[in-house]
């Protein structure tokens, strides 16, 4: 797992290195990510959330539900909505899915600032 603190160093997970944390979830963890496994750099960045087992990602259940999320997100084009562009299969370790990033202000920081 990468270290609490967003220290990425070189980590990476399916063509993607890590760059930094970008927030917490139930289950998840999401991190802007850059791909690797390319011939040129495009420069995109992307948002890859990943799976966590220390928070009941080693959960079949959990697993199945994940997985089929992601199943669904794929190719999903809706307006508001970031778009999934990989969801390896619910065997993939680590499991994770990978989506444009969308930049801006968080909904708490939002809620917040109201």
């Given amino acids: 797992m990468p270290a609490a603190n967003g ?15 970008l927030g ?17 750099d495009d420069g995109r960045t992307f948002a ?22 992601a199943e669904r997100a794929v190719g999903l084009e809706e307006a508001g909505v970031a778009n999934v562009l990989e969801a390896p299969s619910a065997t993939a370790d680590p499991s994770f899915i990978v989506s444009e990033l969308v930049e801006g202000t968080d909904l708490g920081t939002l809620v917040e600032d109201m």
Avoid: Q
């Fill in 48 to 69: 890859l959330k990943l799976l966590r087992e220390d928070r009941g990602g080693d959960d079949p259940e959990v697993l199945a539900r994940f997985a089929a999320a």
């Fill in 7 to 21: 220290d990425m160093g070189a980590l990476r997970i399916g063509g993607y290195e890590l760059e930094s944390l």
């Fill in 24 to 40: 917490p979830g139930g289950v998840t963890e999401t991190y802007r990510a850059h791909r690797v496994d390319l011939d040129e």
